[in-house]
């Protein structure tokens, strides 16, 4: 993806059932933004709404 330039400067979060450290390095690797191990719980799956949407906001926010 990073190397499409129409897609290189996609925000990319990963939602895996994986905690594993070398997932996490492989997605680092490939300069995806964000990781997020998936909960097995519903209500902890709700949180990551509010993380996500900071992630996006600081995206589309000019930086100066």
Do not use: H, Q, W
């Not at 190397?3 to 300069?31: F, H, P, Q, W």
């Not at 998936?38 to 906001?57: H, R, T, V």
């Amino acid at each position: 993806m990073r190397d499409n330039y129409t897609c290189r400067n996609a925000l990319v979060i990963v939602v895996s059932s994986s905690d594993s450290g070398s997932d996490r390095e492989a997605v680092k690797a490939l300069g995806f933004n964000e990781y997020f191990r998936k909960p097995s719980a519903y209500a902890e799956f709700m949180k990551l709404g509010p993380i996500i949407k900071d992630l996006l906001i600081s995206a589309i926010t000019p930086k100066e």
